[in-house]
């Protein structure tokens, strides 16, 4: 895993150096993630931004302290199975039973701080529609519409209309916003290269500031010939060592691969830029079906899910790399010093990632769609791959008609947003945040929804203060909550659990 990660990770990096200038300077692009980044930079290097970051800091550390402290107090609680805090049946064990229950987990409630009110209604209403609706009337045609002696974690059981529901609206989410912003990214540039001229940091008609930034931003270029050389190396490594990893992708799908990562990168980069939409999973869905339908029924589900992450790592690092370049050049920070810094970062990446994740894998049980890490992503792409290989006798009965109506619905549904007025189209559901729930349940979409509410009170409350604390009270809630789950896979990996079960039973049962 780590070696995989070197060789296709710092290919990202590479591709799209070369047109930092034009991306950043020529095209004006805004990155509004960068500007925002930006923006709070150097907003601490004024005697106000630092008052406002001293109270910030405070604030983070308090509920940093206590998500922690909580998460240490849950663990005792949490014996083993569907144990403690986490299982919690808040609303009573019929709604328990359908995924409905708070399940007092700080990183979702400080998730759902962040996250916008839609984005968290739009998964309560996933969660509703799918386990409070859909689920239980599928239940019932069970010996009907699929074998009842078949386990509900089949993918020809219940699961799979979980699973594969889900991947309709992701995927009829993913394909409008991709042609969208194919088509918005194609008029722009067709429009600004037709009506704009590119710059020049001499230029007189440019407010100072900007010639300022642009002089700092081009002082220190980056030869095309280091990035040139560093992509063919990079990709020349990968085409000879990925096959040998994994032998179901072929060396010249992935030479294919690289011949076309940097246009695809230019593409996704310049979308960002205009709408801080990273449409890489999206190239990289592509990817996965295409690969897994040519390599054939043996090599295709490994082949598509490597290509996949191999497309999805060479478009989306090189989309944050310019969303890096803009905060540097807003900042007056050095090109050369924020590409040596993404180096040295993807290299730390590239071996802590993997830690991380076996760490994860052997403490705990990754992957149970009934425990507590289900990993949905990995069992989306993984159907995805599947369902590539061997089309749609992969899917139970009716299945694929309820997935044409979801699919057509996630179209719909972001059709309708953009073109009625936006005191209407707020109130249209995100189908890529219903997607969620579907597969994973509505214990967490309860969280984020408690989230929002107390971000929603605390502004009709006080919404100066609520500005300022709340993303620092949100990323207290989560890094601590977060940090817990070193010391607790400390304590699984030495065989040391938790000394208590609460568990909660029918009065009858007890």
């Known amino acids: 895993m780590t070696g995989f990660l070197f060789v296709t990770s710092f290919v990202g990096l590479l591709a799209l150096v070369p047109l930092r200038k034009i991306m950043i300077i020529d095209y004006k692009l805004t990155y509004p993630s960068g500007t925002a980044t930006a923006v709070l930079i150097n907003g601490f290097h004024t005697p106000k931004g630092d008052k406002l970051a001293k109270k910030?800091?405070?604030?983070?550390?308090?509920?940093?302290?206590?998500?922690f402290m909580w998460a240490c107090f849950q663990w005792f609680f949490s014996g083993s199975g569907t144990c403690g805090f986490t299982f919690?049946?808040?609303?009573?064990?019929?709604?328990?039973?359908?995924?409905?229950?708070?399940?007092f987990s700080m990183t979702y409630v400080g998730a759902g701080m962040i996250c916008s009110h839609l984005v968290n209604m739009s998964l309560l209403a996933g969660a509703v529609l799918s386990y409070g609706v859909m689920w239980p009337l599928i239940?019932?045609?069970?010996?009907?519409?699929?074998?009842s002696s078949l386990p509900e974690s089949s993918m020809k059981s219940l699961n799979g209309y979980k699973v594969f529901i889900s991947i309709a609206l992701i995927l009829g989410d993913g394909l409008y916003n991709f042609l969208?912003?194919?088509?918005?990214?194609?008029?722009?540039?067709?429009?600004?290269?037709?009506?704009?001229?590119?710059?020049n940091p001499e230029d007189t008609d440019q407010p100072l500031s900007n010639t300022e930034l642009n002089?700092?931003?081009?002082r220190e270029s980056i030869p095309f010939w280091v990035a040139a050389t560093g992509y063919l190396i990079f990709s020349i490594v990968s085409i000879i060592v990925i096959p040998l990893m994994f032998p179901e992708l072929k060396w010249y799908y992935v030479l294919v691969a690289y011949l076309i990562a940097p246009s695809l990168g230019f593409c996704n980069a310049y979308g960002a830029g205009l709408t801080d939409m990273n449409m890489a999973y999206n190239y990289g869905k592509v990817a996965l079906f295409v690969l897994s339908a040519i390599s054939g029924k043996h090599n295709g589900v490994v082949a598509g899910l490597v290509g996949c992450g191999l497309i999805k790592s060479n478009v989306s690092i090189s989309s944050d790399l310019m969303h890096d370049f803009k905060t540097g050049h807003l900042t007056l920070t050095s090109p050369r010093s924020m590409l040596v810094s993404q180096a040295i970062g993807t290299a730390i990446g590239c071996l802590v990632a993997p830690l991380t994740f076996f760490m994860f894998y052997k403490a705990f049980d990754i992957g149970n769609p009934d425990g507590e890490y289900k990993a949905p992503y990995a069992i989306v792409y993984r159907n995805?791959?599947?369902?590539g290989v061997e089309g749609f006798s992969a899917l139970p009965n009716h299945c694929l008609q309820l997935c044409y109506l979801f699919f057509g619905f996630a179209m719909t549904a972001n059709l309708v947003r953009d073109f009625v007025p936006e005191k209407l189209g707020k109130f249209l559901p995100l189908p890529m945040a219903m997607a969620v729930p579907?597969?994973?349940?509505?214990?967490?979409?309860?969280?984020?929804?408690?989230?929002?509410?107390?971000?929603?009170?605390?502004?009709k409350v006080n919404e100066g203060k609520a500005k300022l604390m709340v993303p620092a009270v949100a990323s207290g809630l989560i890094c601590g909550d977060g940090l817990w789950i070193l010391p607790s896979s400390i304590l699984a990996l030495a065989g040391i659990n938790p000394p208590v079960c609460m568990n909660f039973v029918p009065t009858k049962t007890s």
Not at 215 to 218: A, D, R, S, Y
Request: hydrophobic letters at 50%; a positive charge.
């Open 88 to 103: 919690f049946p808040t609303f009573g064990l019929k709604a328990f039973k359908n995924s409905f229950y708070f399940d």
């Open 438 to 459: 579907f597969l994973v349940g509505g214990y967490f979409a309860i969280d984020m929804c408690v989230g929002s509410l107390v971000v929603f009170v605390w502004k």
């Open 180 to 199: 969208k912003i194919t088509i918005f990214t194609a008029r722009t540039i067709y429009h600004t290269s037709r009506k704009i001229p590119k710059t």
């Open 139 to 147: 239940e019932d045609r069970k010996g009907v519409w699929f074998p």
């Open 384 to 387: 995805m791959a599947i369902l």
């Open 215 to 218: 002089e700092v931003f081009l």
């Open 56 to 67: 910030q800091v405070i604030g983070f550390t308090k509920f940093f302290s206590a998500s």
